[in-house]
């Protein structure tokens, strides 16, 4: 499984743009990146999936250069109610392994 | 949209308590998980099953015990609870997306041990 690393903690202000990055030097050709968000006591919520390129839903954007050794999730206009846990993953693919494992992920700070 | 259950969702009990926690899934996923999560702290891997009578162990020890029966069922057990064990565990269900496949979580149980 490829390694994610990701920046610990975030602050942002509401109705800000906010980008969070994920580095992944050593993604596999046919591995995915799936970005997951969790709020306190609840399970993670699957955000948004991409291969390479762009990828934008009615959530998020997710923006993967050529290379693919890094992905960047935006979030648009943010609100109080985006404060929770981003969860870079990389790997899932259909043929790939079933051990799905988490990272610390990146905590994001909404402030009014 | 995700129609996985966790039972019970909240559980206190004394120490030594055999205790079991359900999990259960209408969607007729084959790989389901088990993760345990402090509050503010990160998720850790404790089992997984491909499918019926399948269960390996993950990243992180744990003293549980997993069953896969029926696809729809994957149980959680603690023989004899101790305070170490009071955390939230959560179920999780693998389903095909796409390109790749993503997780869908129940909602959780939290246990505490007195």
């Known amino acids: 499984l490829a390694k994610t690393t990701q920046p610990i903690s975030m602050d942002s202000y509401e109705g800000q743009e906010v980008n969070i990055t994920c580095s992944h030097n050593?993604?596999?050709?046919?591995?995915?990146i799936t970005w997951y968000q969790q709020f306190p006591s609840q399970g993670p919520r699957f955000i948004i999936q991409?291969?390479?390129t762009k990828v934008t839903n009615e959530v998020a954007s997710l923006f993967i250069p050529a290379d693919r050794k890094s992905s960047t999730l935006s979030l648009p206009r943010v609100s109080l109610s985006d404060t929770a846990v981003y969860y870079c993953?990389?790997?899932?693919?259909?043929?790939?392994?079933?051990?799905?494992?988490f990272g610390a992920g990146t905590r994001l700070f909404v402030k009014a | 949209e995700a129609d996985i259950y966790q039972t019970p969702r909240y559980l206190v009990i004394g120490t030594g308590k055999k205790i079991t926690l359900e999990c259960s899934q209408t969607m007729g996923h084959d790989k389901m998980y088990w993760y345990q999560q402090d509050p503010g702290m990160e998720l850790h891997l404790i089992h997984y099953s491909y499918g019926v009578n399948s269960t390996e162990k993950g990243d992180l020890s744990s003293e549980s015990t997993v069953s896969r029966i029926r696809t729809e069922h994957f149980p959680l057990t603690l023989e004899s609870a101790r305070p170490s064990h009071t955390s939230q565990y959560l179920c999780?269900?693998?389903?095909?997306?796409?390109?790749?496949?993503?997780?869908?979580f129940g909602a959780g149980s939290r246990l505490t041990v007195l």
């Open positions: 050593n993604i596999a050709t046919n591995d995915y």
């Open positions: 991409g291969y390479k």
């Open positions: 999780a269900t693998r389903r095909a997306f796409s390109g790749a496949n993503v997780l869908t």
């Open positions: 993953l990389v790997g899932e693919g259909n043929t790939g392994g079933f051990k799905t494992i």
